[in-house]
T-cell receptor, first 113, second 110 residues
Framework: DAGVIQSPRHEVTEMGQEVTLRCKPI?????LFWYRQTMMRGLELLIY????????DSGMPEDRFSAKMPNASFSTLKIQPSEPRDSAVYFC???????????FGDGTRLSIL | EDKVVQSPLSLVVHEGDTVTLNCSYE??????LLWYKQEKKAPTFLFML????IEKKSGRLSSILDKKELFSILNITATQTGDSAIYLC??????????FGTGTRLQVFP
């Protein structure tokens, strides 16, 4: 089975530009999570979805961040406008229903200049 | 406030040594504790523990949970250079979320 697939792997862009990160969860997984990882703050949950519905977005830093899940096999995380402090590795993870472990994608390394 | 604390932050050992990584937590409505290994890319799942006193084992790695004292340990015996990684502890509680610790960076030298 394919794991969680994220794209792009790396993104370098200038401050003020719109950034879109993409995620394809493992087929059959009901839950999808977006995380951000930095040296200072570690791995932080931004938002998660259950059956394509956003359940908790309390970790989203501010209104510049938005996430969607239009169907069970695709989700996006968008930053507009981007700022240098958004530079981090962004991970997507998914899991089935029940008390099951999350499985992570390889992440997108984002650098905002 | 819910939190997960890992220790030590960093560990340097030689091949063949045995290491113990610690994870303590304070969360309401505990559901599970998970260990992940992170090398250069994605955290990869190692263990999920839900009951006290039951050891989970996979090769040279093992882990156990103490729900009374609110901690878990991850043991790695006969370490190899391939064990070098960041080991993350995460706790699931009454929602679907996980809280992650900051991790223990393990370096194993030949």
């Amino acid at each position: 089975d394919a794991g969680v697939i994220q794209s792009p792997r790396h993104e370098v862009t200038e401050m003020g530009q719109e950034v879109t990160l993409r995620c394809k969860p493992i087929s059959g997984h009901d839950y999808l999570f977006w995380y951000r990882q930095t040296m200072m703050r570690g791995l932080e949950l931004l938002i998660y979805f259950n059956n394509n519905v956003p359940i908790d977005d309390s970790g989203m830093p501010e209104d510049r961040f938005s996430a969607k899940m239009p169907n069970a096999s695709f989700s996006t995380l968008k930053i507009q406008p981007s700022e240098p402090r958004d530079s981090a590795v962004y991970f997507c993870a998914s899991r089935p229903g029940g008390n099951q472990p999350q499985h992570f994608g390889d992440g997108t390394r984002l650098s905002i200049l | 406030e819910d939190k997960v604390v890992q220790s030590p932050l960093s560990l340097v050992v030689h091949e063949g040594d045995t290491v113990t990584l610690n994870c303590s937590y304070e969360v309401t409505n505990f559901r599970s504790l998970l260990w992940y290994k992170q090398e250069k890319k994605a955290p990869t799942f190692l263990f999920m523990l839900t009951s006290s006193g039951i050891e989970k084992k996979s090769g040279r790695l093992s882990s156990i949970l103490d729900k009374k004292e609110l901690f878990s340990i991850l043991n790695i015996t006969a370490t190899q250079t391939g064990d070098s990684a960041i080991y993350l502890c995460a706790v699931g509680f009454n929602t679907d979320k996980l809280i992650f610790g900051t991790g223990t960076r393990l370096q194993v030298f030949p």
